[in-house]
Protein backbone atom coordinates (compact mmCIF):
# COMPACT_ATOMS: atom_id res chain seq x y z
CA UNK A 1 0.00 0.00 0.00
CA UNK A 2 1.33 3.09 -0.70
CA UNK A 3 1.36 6.01 1.61
CA UNK A 4 1.80 9.56 1.77
CA UNK A 5 2.82 10.46 5.63
CA UNK A 6 2.67 14.12 6.75
CA UNK A 7 4.28 15.24 9.58
CA UNK A 8 3.42 17.39 11.90
CA UNK A 9 -0.29 16.36 12.07
CA UNK A 10 -1.34 19.35 13.98
CA UNK A 11 0.70 22.73 14.20
CA UNK A 12 -0.27 25.57 16.31
CA UNK A 13 1.47 28.79 16.16
CA UNK A 14 1.40 32.81 16.35
CA UNK A 15 0.74 34.75 13.40
CA UNK A 16 4.47 35.98 12.42
CA UNK A 17 5.92 32.77 13.03
CA UNK A 18 7.28 30.48 10.39
CA UNK A 19 6.45 26.66 9.56
CA UNK A 20 7.42 23.64 7.43
CA UNK A 21 5.23 20.63 6.70
CA UNK A 22 6.71 17.66 5.42
CA UNK A 23 5.09 15.09 3.16
CA UNK A 24 6.87 11.74 2.14
CA UNK A 25 6.70 8.64 0.74
CA UNK A 26 9.07 5.17 -0.46
CA UNK A 27 7.24 5.82 -3.48
CA UNK A 28 8.05 8.06 -6.53
CA UNK A 29 5.68 9.95 -7.75
CA UNK A 30 5.30 11.52 -11.38
CA UNK A 31 3.31 14.90 -9.65
CA UNK A 32 2.85 16.10 -6.58
CA UNK A 33 -0.14 18.76 -5.34
CA UNK A 34 -0.48 20.33 -2.46
CA UNK A 35 -3.67 21.42 -1.34
CA UNK A 36 -5.38 24.00 1.71
CA UNK A 37 -8.82 22.88 2.67
CA UNK A 38 -11.25 24.66 5.02
CA UNK A 39 -14.11 23.13 7.05
CA UNK A 40 -17.31 22.32 5.04
CA UNK A 41 -15.16 22.98 1.62
CA UNK A 42 -13.54 21.36 -0.86
CA UNK A 43 -9.85 20.91 -1.16
CA UNK A 44 -8.25 24.36 -3.42
CA UNK A 45 -4.98 23.70 -5.00
CA UNK A 46 -1.89 25.82 -4.55
CA UNK A 47 0.69 24.39 -6.16
CA UNK A 48 1.78 21.17 -8.67
CA UNK A 49 5.16 20.05 -8.84
CA UNK A 50 6.64 17.92 -11.03
CA UNK A 51 10.27 17.78 -11.47
CA UNK A 52 12.84 16.19 -9.10
CA UNK A 53 14.51 19.08 -6.82
CA UNK A 54 11.86 21.80 -8.19
CA UNK A 55 11.05 24.83 -6.04
CA UNK A 56 7.87 27.11 -6.28
CA UNK A 57 6.78 30.28 -4.84
CA UNK A 58 3.33 31.69 -4.02
CA UNK A 59 3.94 34.24 -2.05
CA UNK A 60 4.64 33.20 1.57
CA UNK A 61 4.27 29.79 0.71
CA UNK A 62 7.58 28.09 -0.63
CA UNK A 63 6.74 24.26 -1.95
CA UNK A 64 9.96 21.74 -2.53
CA UNK A 65 9.48 18.77 -4.70
CA UNK A 66 12.71 15.84 -3.47
CA UNK A 67 15.32 15.39 -5.95
CA UNK A 68 14.00 11.59 -5.99
CA UNK A 69 10.12 12.68 -5.99
CA UNK A 70 9.72 11.06 -3.10
CA UNK A 71 8.66 13.68 -0.93
CA UNK A 72 7.96 17.51 -0.86
CA UNK A 73 7.76 20.09 1.67
CA UNK A 74 5.39 23.23 2.48
CA UNK A 75 7.89 26.13 4.16
CA UNK A 76 5.09 29.09 5.15
CA UNK A 77 6.70 32.47 5.90
CA UNK A 78 5.17 34.67 8.33
CA UNK A 79 2.24 32.52 9.39
CA UNK A 80 -1.26 34.70 9.52
CA UNK A 81 -4.10 33.57 10.77
CA UNK A 82 -6.04 33.34 7.30
CA UNK A 83 -3.48 30.61 6.54
CA UNK A 84 -5.17 28.39 9.19
CA UNK A 85 -6.96 25.17 7.57
CA UNK A 86 -6.23 21.56 6.48
CA UNK A 87 -3.02 21.04 4.20
CA UNK A 88 -3.16 18.12 2.40
CA UNK A 89 -0.28 16.80 0.16
CA UNK A 90 -1.41 14.53 -2.93
CA UNK A 91 0.73 12.54 -5.43
CA UNK A 92 0.17 10.45 -8.57
CA UNK A 93 2.38 7.49 -8.80
CA UNK A 94 4.46 6.74 -10.97
CA UNK A 95 3.35 4.11 -13.48
CA UNK A 96 0.15 3.11 -11.94
CA UNK A 97 -0.96 7.23 -12.00
CA UNK A 98 -2.90 6.42 -8.36
CA UNK A 99 -3.82 9.43 -6.70
CA UNK A 100 -2.32 9.32 -3.23
CA UNK A 101 -3.22 11.79 -0.21
CA UNK A 102 -1.12 12.44 2.31
CA UNK A 103 -2.55 12.36 5.84
CA UNK A 104 -2.86 15.65 6.18
CA UNK A 105 -1.66 18.81 8.40
CA UNK A 106 -4.01 20.88 10.26
CA UNK A 107 -2.60 24.28 10.48
CA UNK A 108 -3.89 26.76 13.10
CA UNK A 109 -2.31 30.28 13.38
CA UNK A 110 -3.42 32.39 16.24
CA UNK A 111 -3.61 36.24 16.10
CA UNK B 1 -9.42 28.81 -14.40
CA UNK B 2 -10.42 24.86 -13.67
CA UNK B 3 -14.02 25.08 -11.59
CA UNK B 4 -15.61 22.01 -10.56
CA UNK B 5 -19.44 22.35 -8.96
CA UNK B 6 -21.25 19.47 -7.01
CA UNK B 7 -24.81 19.81 -6.27
CA UNK B 8 -26.20 19.82 -3.50
CA UNK B 9 -23.90 21.29 -1.38
CA UNK B 10 -25.81 19.70 1.43
CA UNK B 11 -29.20 16.78 1.48
CA UNK B 12 -31.41 15.40 4.24
CA UNK B 13 -33.30 12.47 3.32
CA UNK B 14 -35.09 10.05 5.10
CA UNK B 15 -33.59 6.39 5.77
CA UNK B 16 -34.35 3.74 3.23
CA UNK B 17 -34.43 6.70 0.18
CA UNK B 18 -31.91 7.51 -2.76
CA UNK B 19 -30.10 10.59 -3.05
CA UNK B 20 -28.26 11.69 -6.27
CA UNK B 21 -25.45 14.20 -6.08
CA UNK B 22 -24.19 16.08 -9.46
CA UNK B 23 -20.63 16.91 -9.55
CA UNK B 24 -19.43 19.55 -12.97
CA UNK B 25 -16.47 20.47 -14.45
CA UNK B 26 -17.75 24.09 -15.82
CA UNK B 27 -14.97 25.23 -17.97
CA UNK B 28 -13.12 22.31 -19.03
CA UNK B 29 -13.76 18.50 -20.26
CA UNK B 30 -12.52 16.25 -17.48
CA UNK B 31 -11.34 13.37 -18.45
CA UNK B 32 -11.62 11.24 -15.54
CA UNK B 33 -13.36 12.19 -12.22
CA UNK B 34 -13.35 11.01 -9.18
CA UNK B 35 -15.54 10.99 -5.73
CA UNK B 36 -14.49 10.77 -2.37
CA UNK B 37 -15.93 10.61 1.00
CA UNK B 38 -14.28 12.75 3.90
CA UNK B 39 -14.67 11.82 8.04
CA UNK B 40 -14.67 14.42 10.21
CA UNK B 41 -10.99 15.88 10.69
CA UNK B 42 -9.79 13.12 8.04
CA UNK B 43 -7.93 13.00 4.69
CA UNK B 44 -9.85 12.07 1.75
CA UNK B 45 -11.16 8.82 1.48
CA UNK B 46 -11.11 7.59 -2.54
CA UNK B 47 -14.51 5.79 -3.17
CA UNK B 48 -14.23 5.71 -7.42
CA UNK B 49 -13.22 6.51 -10.38
CA UNK B 50 -14.78 6.91 -13.89
CA UNK B 51 -14.41 7.50 -16.93
CA UNK B 52 -17.01 9.23 -19.68
CA UNK B 53 -18.80 6.02 -20.94
CA UNK B 54 -17.45 3.37 -19.06
CA UNK B 55 -18.36 1.71 -15.82
CA UNK B 56 -16.67 3.09 -12.58
CA UNK B 57 -14.00 1.25 -10.91
CA UNK B 58 -14.68 1.10 -7.38
CA UNK B 59 -11.71 0.97 -4.78
CA UNK B 60 -12.02 -1.84 -2.28
CA UNK B 61 -14.64 -2.20 0.46
CA UNK B 62 -17.09 0.38 -1.56
CA UNK B 63 -20.64 -1.46 -2.37
CA UNK B 64 -21.00 -0.52 -6.29
CA UNK B 65 -24.58 -1.51 -6.06
CA UNK B 66 -25.30 1.68 -2.61
CA UNK B 67 -23.24 4.24 -4.52
CA UNK B 68 -24.19 4.45 -8.07
CA UNK B 69 -21.87 6.41 -10.45
CA UNK B 70 -22.68 7.12 -13.78
CA UNK B 71 -20.25 9.64 -15.98
CA UNK B 72 -22.67 10.45 -18.84
CA UNK B 73 -20.19 13.35 -20.24
CA UNK B 74 -16.88 14.67 -19.90
CA UNK B 75 -18.27 17.58 -17.79
CA UNK B 76 -20.89 15.74 -15.82
CA UNK B 77 -20.33 12.72 -13.15
CA UNK B 78 -23.31 11.44 -10.79
CA UNK B 79 -23.46 9.54 -7.45
CA UNK B 80 -26.17 8.00 -6.36
CA UNK B 81 -26.28 6.77 -2.76
CA UNK B 82 -29.28 3.83 -3.09
CA UNK B 83 -30.95 3.17 -0.21
CA UNK B 84 -29.30 5.34 2.31
CA UNK B 85 -28.94 4.80 6.27
CA UNK B 86 -27.71 6.97 8.77
CA UNK B 87 -24.40 5.51 8.78
CA UNK B 88 -23.91 6.71 5.27
CA UNK B 89 -23.81 10.29 6.68
CA UNK B 90 -20.70 12.38 5.45
CA UNK B 91 -18.88 15.03 3.60
CA UNK B 92 -19.00 13.47 -0.52
CA UNK B 93 -16.42 15.30 -2.35
CA UNK B 94 -16.18 15.13 -6.15
CA UNK B 95 -13.13 16.31 -8.24
CA UNK B 96 -12.28 16.03 -12.06
CA UNK B 97 -9.06 16.52 -13.55
CA UNK B 98 -7.95 16.98 -17.46
CA UNK B 99 -5.06 14.67 -17.14
CA UNK B 100 -4.27 12.14 -14.69
CA UNK B 101 -1.39 12.29 -14.54
CA UNK B 102 -1.23 15.98 -12.81
CA UNK B 103 -3.84 17.71 -10.75
CA UNK B 104 -7.45 17.77 -9.40
CA UNK B 105 -9.66 20.40 -9.41
CA UNK B 106 -12.14 19.63 -6.36
CA UNK B 107 -15.55 20.43 -6.35
CA UNK B 108 -17.32 22.33 -3.00
CA UNK B 109 -18.66 19.37 -1.61
CA UNK B 110 -21.78 17.67 -0.71
CA UNK B 111 -22.78 17.45 3.12
CA UNK B 112 -25.31 14.59 3.59
CA UNK B 113 -26.99 13.77 6.28
CA UNK B 114 -29.08 10.63 6.59
CA UNK B 115 -31.96 10.78 9.48
Known amino acids: TQLLEQSPQFLSIQEGENLTVYCNSS?????LQWYRQEPGEGPVLLVTVVTGGEVKKLKRLTFQFGDARKDSSLHITAAQPGDTGLYLC???????????FGTGTRLKVLA | GAVVSQHPSWVICKSGTSVKIECRSLDFQATTMFWYRQFPKQSLMLMATSNEGSKATYEQGVEKDKFLINHASLTLSTLTVTSAHPEDSSFYIC???????????FGPGTRLTVT
Open chain 1, 90 to 100: AGVSSGTYKYI
Open chain 1, 27 to 31: SVFSS
Open chain 2, 95 to 105: SATRDIRYEQY
